[in-house]
């Protein structure tokens, strides 16, 4: 069993920058796919970002976010730059144990609480 803590959001303004964490416990992240998903309100969830033996965005944040981990501190992280008022949304982590398909909710088993980031302009 995995369980996924996330921190670091907050209310920023626009073009301006958040780390979020996603840390990880009853089970080492780095043997799991990590990614980053969020969900504004009246919309879907959707992917976002994910980290395996390479990084993938989607091109919404390409160019502005960067996703990374600490195998050390079995910690994952997303540097978010540039951030705009449609980044606004709650923010997931979440761990997939292989698999070909990076994007599709369903294929993630296990997930965090959250953590609200709010964009202002």
């Known amino acids: 069993q995995v369980r996924l803590v996330e921190s670091g959001g907050g209310l920023v303004q626009a073009g301006g920058s958040l780390r979020l964490s996603c840390a990880g416990s009853?089970?080492?992240?780095?043997?799991?796919?990590m990614a980053w998903f969020r969900q504004a309100p009246g919309k879907e969830r959707e992917f976002v970002a994910v980290?395996?033996?390479?990084?993938y965005y989607s091109d919404s944040v390409k160019g502005r976010f960067t996703i990374s981990r600490d195998s050390a501190k079995n910690t994952v992280y997303l540097q978010m730059n540039g951030l705009k008022s449609e980044d606004s949304a709650i923010y997931y982590c979440?761990?997939?144990?292989?698999?070909?398909?990076?994007?599709?909710?369903?294929?993630?088993?296990?997930w965090g609480q959250g953590t609200q980031v709010t964009v202002s302009s």
């Open positions: 979440a761990a997939k144990a292989g698999g070909a398909d990076y994007t599709g909710v369903r294929y993630y088993a296990y």
């Open positions: 009853g089970r080492t992240l780095s043997t799991y796919d």
């Open positions: 980290i395996t033996w390479r990084t």
